[in-house]
Each structure stands twice: as structure tokens, then as C-alpha cells.
């Protein structure tokens, strides 16, 4: 079968490769739809942890084929989601529920063998089942909002906040949605892009920002600003230096800072603790899906998240390298492989 493997930090290329068998508990599954995810280029570019030789891929669905001798719960034919964050179950973090920072954490598509490949390997564990009439284009973005529900439950926005998420990107365009379903009345949308902007307004943004247009703190939250005085809620999904300096400026005094953008490892940004102390601000990072991957896959299968206006375009396998290696198209959200469409 194909299978897009990264053989070194830097070194991408379609291989043939053998069809994988599944262990005892264990799934086999058909690949029907994997997105290109910027930790994708991360990865590629040796700044996010990762164990080549390794197939990538951490967002997908698929068919079930074949199933191990001891899994019960799922059955051929049935259509899954995989969590890609494999916890060990034993060590402090785990037993203390904070399964997302395991000490042994794996994930297929990181360290272990993921969706841009024409089959992959799924504990019958990681699985989740979606309706069979759901497009498989939508199934795979089970794994980024379940990344973005955990920085939403974070900020714990409640009824009447005011959010603004910093980035277009699919994760931002997710966050969106998921803000104004916890209940927040004004959410605005931060993007250089105009056509990104336009499509948050279209999907729930309550306004959008373009931060090229002067002074964003001034623009955002200054007197004049869309939220004087600052948001309730700020959430950096971009995972650029500029916006992760912006986010603390635009939060109101005992306001929330979620990071959820990914920067490269050994970045640094500049912060002020003074204004973090004496505004009482709270900055957290969100890591993963820890326990909101079937809460996902239940948003996506209800239509209550709408997906399709984010695929910007879908490509073959053999196309999948160049995605990767490549900066996102001007405008482009997602781009989805079809490893056997």
C-alpha cells in the first residue's frame, strides 16, 4: 500500500510499504479522509517531537476491515474515528486523570504510524464510532475539535463572554463555533485575510478584525475598540510570536488567555509578568483531547459544527508531500488527502 512516511527530520516521500496487520485489539481501518495539520509541517521541519521513520497523519476516519480476536466493541464495516493520543494508563498523570500529559504519550501519526496511508492501525480503544451516512470529509476534523473543545472548556466561557480568537486557521474557525454554542455573545475573529474573516462571519463570528488595519490593541480594545477595556476571553490559535505577545493585551483585567496555537519548539516570545500579576490575568495552555474526542465526533455528527466551508481543497496521496512541505495557500483553511479517493 502507500503510505506517506517521513524518513528523517526534513525528508518526505510516498512509499510502498506493507498493508498493516492488526494485534488482538486492534482495528484495521481503510483511510477515507486525513487532514494536513500544521503540526504536519512541524513535524517535518524537526520542531515538534516526533520518531521517523513513521507514516503521518493524526486527523482521520475510515472503514473498518478487520478487527483482532479480542476486540468486542466494534465490528467490521463501521465507520471510525480515531484518537490519535495514546496514554499509558500507569504513570502519575494518568492515574491522576491528565491523560493528555502521560509521560508515555504516543500518537499514531507523530510516533506511530497514521491516515496519510491508504490503511492504518487503530486501538480498538482510540476508536470512535460515526454514522455511516456522515461524509468522511467531516469525520476527520473530529480530532481538531476535540483539541479545540479542551481550550474551550478551559476558558470556561459562560453565557454573555466576549472572546476574541487570534488566527483563521481551522483551529480558529473551530474555536469560533464552539464559543458561541458555550454560550458567548461576542466573539471576534482576528485574521489579516479578508476572505477568512467574511467565512468566521458567515459560521458565528459576531465580528471580525483585521490587524493590519492600525493598532490592533487599539482596534480590538481600546476606548473606541469593538470590547473596551478587553475580552473575557482571549484564545491563540494562530501559533505566531505576534499574536501568542498580543493575547494577554487583549484580555480584560481577571481575564482568561488560552494558548492553543502551536509554535516551534525553542521559540520565545516576550511577555510582561507585571501585567499578568497586577491585571490577575489567567494564561494556560491547552495540550490535546484529553476525554472530548466522542464529544467531537457527537458535534460533527449532529451538524452543530459545520465543517464543509473549511476544506478548501482535497488531493491524492501522491500530492500529500508537497501539501506538507508547503506554506497553506492564501486562504486556504484545510486541505484534505484522500488516500483511496
Known amino acids: 500500500m502507500k503510505a506517506v512516511r517521513l524518513d528523517a527530520i526534513g525528508n518526505l516521500f510516498v512509499r510502498e510499504v506493507e498493508k498493516p496487520v492488526p494485534g488482538p485489539n486492534d482495528l484495521l481501518v481503510r483511510v477515507e479522509a486525513c487532514g494536513v495539520c500544521g503540526t504536519d509541517r512541524h513535524i517535518l521541519h524537526g520542531e515538534f517531537p516526533s520518531k521517523p521513520p513513521v507514516t503521518l497523519g ?41 491523560v493528555n500529559l502521560c509521560r508515555n504519550l504516543k500518537a499514531i501519526g507523530i510516533q506511530i504510524d497514521g491516515g496519510f496511508a491508504d490503511y492504518v492501525i487503530v486501538p480498538e480503544k482510540q476508536a470512535y464510532e460515526i454514522p455511516l451516512d456522515l461524509h468522511p470529509h467531516h469525520g476527520a476534523f473530529c480530532e481538531p475539535l476535540a483539541c479545540c473543545l ?11 463572554s466576549s472572546v476574541v480568537v487570534l488566527g483563521g486557521g481551522v483551529i480558529g474557525m473551530l474555536t469560533v463555533q464552539l464559543c458561541r454554542i458555550a454560550g458567548a455573545t461576542k466573539v471576534v475573529l482576528v485574521t489579516r485575510q479578508a476572505e477568512k474573516r467574511a467565512l468566521a462571519e458567515e459560521i458565528g463570528a459576531t465580528h471580525s478584525f ?6 490592533a490593541i487599539e482596534g480590538l480594545v481600546g476606548a473606541n475598540g469593538l470590547l473596551p477595556g478587553g475580552a473575557d476571553v482571549v484564545i491563540e490559535c494562530a501559533g505566531v510570536p505576534e499574536t501568542m505577545e498580543q493575547a494577554p493585551k487583549l484580555a480584560k483585567a481577571g481575564g482568561t488567555v488560552v494558548i492553543l496555537g502551536v509554535m516551534a519548539a525553542g521559540d520565545k516570545i ?21 476525554f472530548t474526542h466522542r464529544r467531537a465526533a457527537d458535534l460533527i455528527a449532529s451538524g452543530a459544527v459545520k465543517v464543509e ?33
Open 309 to 341: 466551508k473549511l476544506i478548501s481543497r482535497t488531493v491524492g496521496i501522491d500530492e500529500a508531500p508537497d501539501v506538507i512541505s508547503n506554506p497553506p495557500r492564501k486562504g486556504e483553511i484545510r486541505v484534505m488527502v484522500l488516500p483511496n479517493g
Open 58 to 98: 493524526h486527523e482521520f476516519c475510515g472503514i473498518v476491515e478487520a478487527v483482532g480476536d479480542k476486540v468486542t466493541t466494534v465490528k467490521p464495516g463501521a465507520r471510525i474515528t480515531g484518537d490519535p493520543n495514546i496514554s499509558c494508563g500507569l504513570c502519575p498523570q494518568c492515574l491522576n486523570g491528565r
Open 210 to 215: 483585521d490587524p493590519s488595519s492600525g493598532d
Open 270 to 290: 516576550e511577555i510582561e509578568p507585571f501585567d499578568i500579576l497586577f491585571r490577575e490575568l489567567r494564561v494556560l495552555g491547552s495540550f490535546v483531547n484529553p
Open 150 to 160: 479542551h481550550g474551550v472548556d478551559m476558558a470556561e466561557i459562560r453565557a454573555g
